[in-house]
């Protein structure tokens, strides 16, 4: 297992992506903490999954925008763990308006879960990685954030964002053996997706050129990939995995 004795973080690990992230981080021998804000519920089936495997988890309520909430979680992971290796800013919303209808409290909320979150996780993991010379960040972005989209705004913003985020911290953290870098998802099949008209799904699909929806398991390959010694020489980049939308 590739991760055998590391300890990681996941925000927003109760559904969807997270979900897949963290389950995936666990087989490979991770010990994870799950954060979720709202779905305690969700957030224990994810633990009891990685339990009934053979791993070891925790549910930790948090709002990552809140930074001494933010700084609560961190500091019970190493309590948990004895130490935080992997870091990965998930936890995400969405607000979807045109601009000129974009209320102020739904652009600070986009950007403070999306973007102020991640800075705070890092702010505090990024101590204890720096006392042990070891850590491993991924940030989880979107094509979004690369290409634009109409009537996302605020998303666009917090996901480019990231980007942004990501590279200026891969040249603080780099002396460390920290590495930080973005995965940038595109059409993901998750229950947002499951939920929409057959027709909608059809037009999205137009803009893949694999035909396909990407799963979050493909997602949380990626994670553990960045997360694992085969990729201690990649920091401050940004990969995409959609499909083949946006090539850049």
């Known amino acids: 297992m590739v991760l055998n004795g590391k300890a990681a973080i996941v925000t927003g690990a109760s ?13 490979e021998g ?3 903490l799950v ?8 957030a224990n089936e994810v633990v009891e999954a990685i339990q009934g495997a053979g791993g070891r988890a925790l549910a930790y309520q948090a709002d990552v925008a809140n930074p001494a909430e933010a700084q609560a979680m961190v500091k019970a992971a190493q309590t948990e763990f004895g130490k935080v290796d992997i870091l990965v ?5 969405t607000s979807d308006n045109l601009v000129f209808r974009i209320k102020d409290e739904d652009w600070d909320a986009v950007i403070g879960t999306n973007l102020k979150g991640a800075f705070n996780c890092i702010k505090y993991a990024g101590r204890i990685m720096f006392r042990n010379h070891f850590g491993r960040i991924i940030n989880i972005s979107s094509v979004a954030g690369i290409a634009g989209n109409s009537g996302q705004a605020n998303y666009c913003a917090a996901k480019a964002g990231l980007i942004g ?3 200026a911290i891969a040249k603080e953290f780099g002396s460390r053996n920290i590495t930080v870098n973005t995965v940038a998802p595109g059409v993901i099949y998750t229950d947002m997706i499951r939920s929409l008209p057959e027709n909608v799904r059809e037009n999205m699909l137009v803009q893949v050129p694999l035909k396909r929806f990407g799963r979050p398991e493909e997602v949380a390959g990626l994670v553990v990939y960045l997360a694992s010694e ?9 990969i995409n995995i959609d499909g ?5």
């Open 165 to 167: 985020l990501s590279r």
């Open 89 to 93: 800013n998930n936890a995400g919303i």
């Open 35 to 42: 954060n979720y804000h709202g779905r305690a519920d969700a």
């Open 30 to 32: 991770a010990v994870v």
């Open 244 to 248: 083949g939308m946006v090539c850049m």
């Open 230 to 238: 085969l990729a201690g020489y990649i920091t401050g980049q940004t």
């Open 15 to 27: 559904r969807g992506i997270g979900r897949a992230i963290a389950l995936a981080l666990a087989k």
